[in-house]
């Protein structure tokens, strides 16, 4: 066999090793008959090229990337896309050989009985109880915790569903091979499948030429939501109650913890095709898919529910229901065959298909008028099999859909919305026949906004366009409370929030839209608005403002009365994204560190419960973090039961794209939670001390950091010494790349420029400005007090592990190697660059005490050192591609698909890039 040389793994890691090896024999089998044998050959003499770089750090002439680039120059681009589309396939193999050996991991855990796998709730629990937390306790948080993942359109590796089948078909072929009994025979038509995958997902274009429409996105992520997700949830819960029951004792019913939320459809923040239409079609959408998802359960529980008369009893509540729905339903009744009317069960179960399938017309008066009406049902079922010795008859399967029906509704996932504060304030200027409204101070537009949130004062009709548009959202979001139910609409989220005014905007335009209904709440004469609004903080200022813009909301009677009408709870978005474009790394974790603490004292002291909606990237420089050691470190009661995180591009690949990993990240999840609520960190006498210190590292950090991008002629080496022309062409999204004309970074997307950085190997964004805050805080504090708080500040030092991990992902001979498209802009920024590259890297190594980056981190440090060597020659193909591309006046379109080829290869590679 053809075979690409798999890297070596430890010992310990024998099967993974092996599965490398045999999907690797297959990738170099694949290409020998999909292009050629000499193909073959000649990836494997770039791949050895690039080794050998890569073993010859010490001498200059064999390590610079010259020598791997001349095998990569002026190749034809039909030709330099199949050379980086080959070693992708390389990277999707060992990408599924690595996701399925944490599988493997998993079995052998549960296999063993002995020491719980970390971070499993069997663990989570067993350490809470060796910490002194008792029954009760942990039965009182369990009532208040609220996990929502929430999926949001913003790809970095936008993977189409025919790929994403293919690679379940490979994982579910090396899953089986799990079994040690399984005979030659099976193992070759295993081999068979995984080849024959590989062999179509070559012939596949990996994205569509195509930019995909918000509809496109809506499928893509409820891919995952109602395949791999809507399956794993109750083996989340029937996880929780086994750990339950083996470490305190317990059997009890357990809440609902999970939920799930969206924003593809409602994201309208610099996205004109988002819209009050994309709202409707999306709620439409989703409810079909979960609707028929519950006819099939439904389907499939009626075929195992076939129970007859005689042999069993029933409770009287089950009885009195099939009675009631023969009566009431005669269409849904029909549906009962004459042979099974001897089957109570499978009868019942008949009658609720029907009205399942009657509730997707809003029309028809057998369906369903809410999920709640549906779980009554189950819960009926439920309770006469338990009664009548049912518990191993069927009643776990019922409880199963009952998770489900608790997690999804009928709805899926809550539909958030988002907008820029400046379109409210464009459509008020419109309202209110204002046309300084936009320059007015904050205070003055309160003044002005508080009849018209209160409901004393309507606007009149406008043909302003962001009016109508407004007008149309807000209508939409009522029409949807009616038709889905109140938990099908999530928050409303206001982009650039600076001030009180950006809120009450909101209250008063959603009355406008006719988003307003009769409460029992305090002030029945004014219907409330029955809406959560999040103000977003997103820059580093604005983190700074944010505790005095939520005194002054706190403050105002208007939305107190809102407050009131909606629990007394508030909830705030915090941006890891433009803060860290912002502000840079430092500055970005700090300010987010800080304005937690000081927005839940604020939220205390008015009596106020606050929550925390965080917006989290893939990537270190947009938030992206294992969440044990995020929640970890975060401000003590800042989580407080709840977690609202964001989950996007490369990331809901990875976290939720095979079953298996799902359920291991969501169960990890509930439990940092459970950890971080109920057992948070104990306050260290220094942290006032630190705190200090830091505040000076992060001014320090960012001031570098702003010279930087601030530096005349820095958008123009940007756009050069990157790909970011390439990424603005490619088809990853329904959303245009930049807010406004490209006037500076502010107006630049978060994604695309960390996306930038990282495919030119720099990734500056997940570092610059750390080193000469470090290093100006060891001249000042002295080294000893900077390794001190590295060691015992979990804020710190997680921090220094997150910036440890992507500088070990760099290469900057590489990223000079783009760096020289800028021309004579190369000099000084790169200078500039390499010099705080190293700076940052000494310094990390001083406080750590280690003496090469990831020393501390074996597995990981391996990992990335065995991939460099196949992404090294992808990055540098791309740049010969992106000169010969620009010099075509970036109109050669066979370039253009070799550079997202390689775009797209780096991706895979690098991980974590978005």
Request: proline share 5%; net charge negative.
């Amino acid at each position: 066999m053809n075979q690409l040389r798999s890297p070596e793994f430890a010992l310990s890691e024998t099967p993974l090793r092996e599965d490398v090896r045999r999907l690797g024999a297959m990738v170099g089998d694949m290409l020998a008959e999909q292009v050629s044998p000499d193909f073959l050959a000649e990836v494997e003499r770039v791949r050895i090229a690039a080794i050998a770089r890569r073993q010859h750090t010490d001498q200059p002439t064999q390590s610079s990337p010259e020598s791997l680039a001349s095998l990569l120059t002026e190749l034809t681009p039909t030709h330099a896309e199949a050379l980086a589309r080959a070693f992708a396939s390389y990277f999707q193999a060992v990408n599924i050989a690595e996701r399925v050996h944490r599988i493997r991991r998993r079995r052998d855990y549960q296999r063993e009985g002995g020491t719980p796998q970390p971070e499993s709730l069997l663990d989570v629990l067993t350490q809470l109880k060796a910490q002194g937390v008792q029954a009760d306790e942990l039965l009182d948080w369990l009532m208040r915790l609220q996990v929502e993942p929430v999926f949001t359109a913003h790809p970095t590796e936008a993977v189409r569903r025919s790929l994403l089948e293919k690679e379940q078909a490979i994982v579910r072929a090396l899953v089986d091979n799990f079994d040690p009994t399984r005979t030659p025979h099976e193992r070759k038509e295993d081999d068979d499948r995984i080849f024959m995958a590989l062999n179509a997902t070559w012939q596949t274009a990996e994205a569509s030429p195509v930019r995909p429409s918000v509809q496109d996105e809506h499928h893509h992520v409820g891919f995952y939501l109602a395949n791999p997700i809507y399956r794993i949830v109750p083996a989340l819960y029937e996880s929780l109650a086994d750990a339950l029951q083996q470490v305190y004792e317990v059997a009890v019913p357990l809440p609902r913890l999970l939920s799930f939320a969206t924003w593809v459809g409602g994201d309208m923040d610099g996205n004109p095709n988002v819209g009050a239409d994309t709202i409707a079609a999306s709620l439409a959408t989703q409810r079909t898919h979960v609707l028929e998802h519950y006819q099939a359960d439904v389907s499939g529980l009626a075929r195992l529910l076939s129970q007859t008369e005689g042999r069993v009893a029933l409770d009287t509540a089950l009885v009195q229901r099939l009675a009631d729905y023969r009566q009431r339903f005669p269409s849904a009744a029909a549906h009962v065959r004459p042979r099974h009317a001897d089957m109570p069960y499978r009868s019942l179960l008949a009658m609720m298909g029907a009205r399942l399938k009657s509730t997707e017309d809003d029309q028809h008066v057998e369906g369903y008028t809410s999920a709640d009406e549906f779980l009554d049902d189950l819960k009926i079922i439920a309770a006469s099999l338990i009664d009548h010795r049912g518990l191993h008859a069927g009643a776990y399967a019922i409880q199963r859909l009952i998770w489900r029906v608790r997690s999804f509704g009928f709805h899926l996932a809550r539909l958030d919305v988002r907008q820029d504060s400046r379109v409210h304030d464009e459509a008020l200027s419109a309202l209110l026949h204002d046309t300084d409204w936009l320059s007015r101070e904050p205070q003055a537009r309160v003044e002005r906004l508080r009849p018209y949130a209160s409901g004393q004062q309507a606007f009149a009709e406008s043909a302003d366009a962001n009016a109508v548009s407004l007008h149309a959202v807000f209508a939409a979001l009522h029409d949807s409370r009616g038709r889905y139910g109140a938990e099908a609409v999530g928050l409303y989220i206001i982009s650039m929030a600076r001030s009180a005014a950006d809120v009450l905007a909101v209250l008063a335009l959603a009355r406008y839209g006719g988003l307003a209904e009769q409460t029992s709440a305090v002030d029945e004469a004014a219907p409330g608005v029955p809406l959560d609004i999040a103000p977003l903080f997103e820059t580093v200022d604005d983190l700074s403002n944010a505790p005095a813009t939520l005194r002054a909301l706190f403050d105002d009677p208007v939305y107190r009365r809102h407050l009131a009408a909606r629990g007394d709870r508030q909830w705030v978005m915090l941006g890891y994204s433009d803060s860290g474009k912002d502000g840079g790394t430092l500055a970005s974790r700090w300010g987010l560190q800080r304005a937690q603490v000081e927005l839940l004292a604020v939220a205390n002291e008015a009596g106020i419960r606050l929550s925390f909606f965080h917006g989290r990237g893939g990537s270190a420089s947009r938030g992206g973090a294992r969440i044990t050691p995020a929640l970890m470190s975060s401000p003590r009661g800042s989580v407080a039961g709840v977690l609202r995180v964001t989950e996007q591009g490369e990331v809901i690949h990875r976290k939720y794209g095979i079953r298996a990993l799902a359920l291991r990240n969501l169960e990890q999840t509930v439990g940092a939670v459970l950890r971080a609520s109920l057992r948070p960190r104990t306050p260290d006498p220094r942290e006032d001390t630190w705190r200090e210190q830091m505040n000076a590292l992060a001014k320090n950090s960012r001031q570098a950091y702003r010279e930087l991008v601030e530096h005349e002629g820095f958008i123009d080496y940007f756009r050069a010494a990157t790909p970011i022309d390439v990424i603005e062409r490619m088809t990853l999204g329904s959303r245009p790349s930049r807010r406004r004309s490209m006037r500076g970074v502010q107006d630049l997307r978060a994604i695309p420029w960390v996306f930038a950085w990282t495919q030119c190997r720099s990734i500056i964004t997940g570092w610059y400005g750390l080193g000469t805050a470090l290093e100006r805080g060891m001249a000042e504090y002295g080294e000893t007090a900077l390794t001190e708080m590295a060691r015992d500040w979990p804020f710190f030092a997680n921090m220094l592990d997150d910036v440890e991990m992507v500088l070990a992902k760099c290469d900057l001979d590489i990223a000079e190697a783009f760096s020289r498209l800028a021309g004579p802009l190369h000099e000084p920024f790169f200078q500039l660059i390499r010099a705080e590259f190293e700076r940052t890297r000494r310094a990390l190594l001083r406080l750590q005490g280690s003496d090469e980056l990831l020393q501390g981190n074996r597995r990981l440090a391996v990992s990335i050192q065995l991939r460099n060597p196949y992404i090294d020659p992808m990055s540098l193909l791309q740049v010969d591609l992106l000169r010969r591309w620009r010099a075509s006046g970036e109109e050669d379109e066979d370039l253009l698909r070799a550079l997202v080829a390689c775009v797209n290869g780096v991706s895979q590679g690098l991980q974590n890039t978005g």
